[in-house]
């Protein structure tokens, strides 16, 4: 039965229809289905296998765009129940997808899965200039930068952002962890990140672990 529902999901975002898959998705969580099952083995998995198919040239930019803004719509209706807690926040994090790169499916899961581990999250949104960066950590004291990247072309935008942090003498201010699917251990490294994560789960458990390393 919760198998049907995900694969309902599933269909409804390869179809790019966003008004049945926001429907499904509060059907899925009326039947008790998880927040977390239905992000992983509905809308992601269903994206993922959109990536796949445009990988293979068997649908184009504008199937994958609309697929995206459904994927959107299953994605409004489960972040009120990720963040919603009156905890106070675990800490700030400002996260923001890097210049030259308005990939944010990922960036925006990320971002839902720190609010719903009570951190504060400020999105700059995508293609972010380091600059906005840089004027964020001057304005709102943020305790992680937290930046994504989906293209090799823009890999290189994080690792400007970290000079231009340096340079200001504010480098030390806060902690950065970088992620995306071309981002590795070894480039996180290589740009003086402090923390790399491989997916938005990794990304909650490894902001934990940068708050528990600054100083009170
Ligand atoms: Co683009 N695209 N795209 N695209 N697109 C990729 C990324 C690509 C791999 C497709 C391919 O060729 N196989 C390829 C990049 C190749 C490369 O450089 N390595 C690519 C390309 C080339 C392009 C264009 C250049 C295409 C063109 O115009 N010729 C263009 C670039 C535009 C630009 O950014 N300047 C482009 C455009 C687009 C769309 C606009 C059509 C659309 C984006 C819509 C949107 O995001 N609103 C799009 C999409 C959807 C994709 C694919 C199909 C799916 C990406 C996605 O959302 N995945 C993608 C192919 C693929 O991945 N199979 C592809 C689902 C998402 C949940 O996964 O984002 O990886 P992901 O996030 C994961 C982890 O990576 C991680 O956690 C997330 C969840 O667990 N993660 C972090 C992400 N950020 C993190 C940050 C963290 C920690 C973890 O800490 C801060």
Known sequence: MSDDILINIQVTLA????????KLTKE?????????????????KSMNAIGEKFKANEIFIPEVLIAAKAMHAGIAVLEPLFAASGIKPT?????????????????????????????EVVDLGIDVPPGKFLEIVQTKSPDIIAMSSLLT?????????????????????????????????GFADSIGADSYAKDAATAVDKAKELLKKIPM
């Open 91 to 119: 800490g700030r994090v400002v996260i923001g997808t890097v210049k030259g790169d308005l990939h944010d499916i990922g960036k925006n899961i990320v971002s839902m899965m720190l609010k719903g581990a009570c951190f």
């Open 28 to 44: 899925a969580l009326d039947k008790g289905l998880s927040v977390k099952v239905i992000l992983e083995d509905g809308l992601i």
């Open 153 to 185: 072309t823009s890999m290189g935008a994080m690792r400007e952002t970290i000079k231009v942090l340096k340079e200001s003498g504010l480098r030390d201010k806060v902690k950065i962890i970088v992620g995306g699917a071309p981002i590795t251990q």
């Open 15 to 22: 179809k790019g229809d966003r008004n049945g898959v926001a």
